[in-house]
């Protein structure tokens, strides 16, 4: 028999839940301690609309999930948890008026936002993915900065629904890579600048509907890269979006340009704006001397006009991942200040790691991905390009890079999913036909390959 003093009612905190009732099924944001466990032998948490779960404190997990008399089931979960309400139907354009709220460990984030869907090939996704944008109020519309756990402080934020990653895992984990391996060359000079954006996966509710694993992500601007900013009407920092297969971006076509437009053989212009015009001219002029330049002429500038131990790092990085859709689109190409050489930056991870874009597995391990400029750099070898992307890939495969490292971020990821229900909960609202272990075993199979491989043509590359 229990006494009252051995039951101990826990009514949760406003936003540190949501409720499902077409599953059937909440999701509660809730820190499980020892000391908590040890309190007590009895649990009763009242959740809004009566639902109560009684739990023995023995039983209290992450790992295991609680029924009620109402057939309920009850997740507790450590992943933050994001709750958006919305009366419009929420469209690609333009963003419609709703609130958010953010709960992890006792801390709550509430705002106003506007949200809008995002992607391209991902529209077509039934589990959506969305942009962000921190308001001071409906009315106003004015951005207003917002600061999450391990995350920057800013207005713009990405909710990417993962849904064309079998395992939810693939672009944090080649983020948290990129980041491991590269450094800003700027870094002594902006020691807050960063290389790329961070990442964590949240759990999202919408209208009270449950929508899975989410990736809760930063976006790339010229503040989080600190370029330098405009110095009365001069541009100094600039930064260019690859968004079209238009040819400049793989330094394979160099189009005319126009000044008055946002847009340029592939490119958009994120920064500078000056006055509503867009300054294309140096951006022209290195993609015009990586295509059109003689040979003496390129072995002697293209170390100032590009930051060759950044292009190293992303020509590796991208064939170890095999980035299909991230050498003539989709990453930025920016510049810190006018007389420093431009750098990349990657973005939109997701169809890598033997899958592409739309989810599907490719499973083609033996051949390198490369675009006008990297063929160049590999044909001419400039500046000792040959050996210094060999010795690059050595060191990396001594560390980052080493199999046992790769595999165990893998690993340790996939876990902490199963072990936590999140691919549980996520198979509840969205249905795959693969197991989760085939999935991993896959994903095992090709990474090994894949590496076999560079490592035998890295090992032949005559420098």
Avoid: C
Wanted: hydrophobic share 35%.
């Amino acid at each position: 028999m229990l006494f009252s003093q051995d039951i101990k009612s826990i009514t949760p905190q406003v936003h540190s839940y949501g409720i499902d009732t077409l599953h059937k099924m909440i999701v509660w944001n809730h820190q499980i301690t020892d000391s908590v466990k040890n309190k007590t032998k009895h649990f009763s948490v009242s959740f809004t609309d009566n639902h109560r779960f009684d739990i023995i404190s023995d039983s209290l997990h992450y790992k295991t999930r609680y029924l009620n008399n109402d057939g309920y089931t009850l997740y507790i979960t450590k992943l933050p948890l994001i709750l958006i309400s919305v009366q419009d139907s929420i469209v690609d354009e333009p963003k419609k008026n709703a609130q958010l709220s953010f709960f992890h460990q006792d801390r709550t984030i509430k705002n106003s936002i506007g949200i809008e869907l995002r992607g391209n090939v991902s529209l077509k996704f039934p589990k959506k993915s969305y942009d962000l944008k921190f308001w001071k109020n409906e009315q106003e519309k004015v951005g207003v900065k917002v600061k999450f756990p391990k995350l920057r402080t800013d207005d713009d934020w990405i909710l990417d629904g993962l849904y064309n990653e079998p395992l939810r895992m693939r672009s944090l984990i080649a983020s948290k890579l990129w980041l491991s391996i590269h450094t800003s060359h700027y870094k002594n000079l902006e020691p807050k600048a960063k290389s790329g954006i961070n990442m964590r996966f949240v759990e999202v509710f919408l209208n009270s509907k449950y929508l899975g694993v989410y990736s809760l992500s930063e976006k790339i601007d010229r503040d989080l890269l600190k370029l330098k900013k405009i110095e009365g009407d001069q541009p100094r920092g600039e930064l260019y979006k690859a968004v079209s297969y238009e040819g400049a971006p793989a330094f394979k076509k160099v189009p005319e340009f126009r000044n008055i437009f946002p847009h340029w053989g592939g490119y958009k212009l994120v920064y500078p704006i000056i006055n509503y015009k867009y300054n294309w001219d140096k951006l022209y002029d290195l993609t015009n001397f990586v295509i059109n330049s003689d040979e003496t002429k390129f072995g002697l500038e293209i170390e100032k006009r590009i930051q060759l131990d950044n292009v190293i790092d992303y020509f590796l990085f991208v064939n170890l991942l095999r980035a299909t859709d991230n050498l003539g689109k989709n990453f930025y190409i920016a510049k810190y200040d006018t007389n420093t050489p431009y750098f990349l930056v990657p973005w939109d991870l997701d169809g890598v790691l033997g899958t592409i874009i739309d989810g599907r597995r490719i499973d083609t391990t033996d051949d390198i991905l490369t675009n006008g400029l990297f063929d160049r750099l590999l044909n001419e070898n400039p500046v000792n390009y040959r050996s210094r992307v060999v010795a690059r890939w050595k060191a990396l495969r001594k560390g980052i890079f080493n199999t046992n490292a790769l595999m165990g971020e893998i690993d340790e990821q996939y876990k902490t999913f199963e072990n936590n229900k999140v691919f549980e909960r996520e198979r509840l609202v969205w249905s795959s036909k693969d197991t989760n272990e085939q999935h991993l075993t896959y994903l095992k199979n090709w990474l090994q390959k894949r590496l076999l491989f560079l490592d035998n043509y890295f090992e032949k590359i005559n420098p």
